[in-house]
């Protein structure tokens, strides 16, 4: 086990929706990434928080959006659901070395299905 | 398209055989290499990373091996056991010199093991 949980375990939304999904980060981790898996694929890099900032991004819409909380928590807020945003929803913590080796944990993942 | 990607999206092996997981990338400035073990409903698990600078990496039954000329980085596990059927991702980790970039996924090879 990694530490990382997410909360919660499964949600159902129905199209045009607003969701929030929940991630409490490994101890001494500062830093939180979002991934969105869609089934049979891998992950896809939403975006990552450090220091309560958002400090990069991946090829998503801004109705996706997150925060992070000064005990490094942190959540991913997706408004006007869509039902290809239907996934696994993966958070993974850590406290990078460097910006280029990144070495991720990742949390078991919110399934998110929208009708 | 995908900057990682695996050759072979199923690998069906004996139990107790070792077994080769391949991937090809295409990011030559990638620098940090990790490679995570998923099991059906739960999050990616880290296995062993590998930095750019080396060649060989081994761990407890698995190694990995990274070829830069050609792009190449495999994962071998030895005497394979019923417990390692899963998915198998290599993801790499490329700082662009802006924001974090996130970790690149491939889509992932299915490891089944035959009794």
């Known amino acids: 086990e990694t530490g990382v949980t997410q909360s919660p375990t499964h949600l159902i939304k129905t199209r045009g929706q607003q969701v929030t999904l929940r991630c409490s980060s490994q101890?001494?981790?500062?830093?939180v990434s979002w991934y969105q898996q869609a089934l049979g694929q891998g992950p896809q890099f939403i975006f990552q928080y450090y220091r309560e900032e958002e400090n990069g991004r991946g090829n998503f819409p801004p109705r996706f959006s997150g925060l992070q909380f000064p005990n490094y928590s942190s959540e991913l807020n997706v408004n006007a659901l869509e039902l290809d945003d239907s996934a696994l929803y993966l958070c993974?913590?850590?406290?990078?070395?460097?910006?280029?080796?990144?070495?991720?944990?990742f949390g078991p993942g919110t399934r998110l299905t929208v009708l | 398209g995908e900057s990682v990607g695996l050759h072979l999206p199923t690998l069906s092996v004996q139990e107790g055989d070792n077994s080769i997981i391949n991937c090809a990338y295409s990011n030559s400035a990638s620098d940090y290499f990790i490679w995570y073990k998923q099991e059906s409903g739960k999050g990616p698990q880290f296995i062993i990373d590998?930095?750019?600078?080396?060649d060989k990496r081994q761990g407890q039954r698995v190694t990995v091996l990274l070829n830069k000329t050609v792009k190449h980085l495999s994962l071998q596990i030895a005497a394979t056991q019923p417990g390692d059927s899963a998915v198998y991702f290599c993801a790499e980790n490329t700082y662009s010199g802006g924001g974090a970039d996130g970790l690149t996924f491939g889509k992932g090879t299915h490891l089944i093991i035959q009794p």
């Open positions: 101890s001494g981790h500062n830093t």
């Open positions: 590998i930095r750019s600078n080396m």
């Open positions: 993974a913590s850590s406290s990078p070395l460097s910006r280029s080796t990144d070495t991720q944990y």
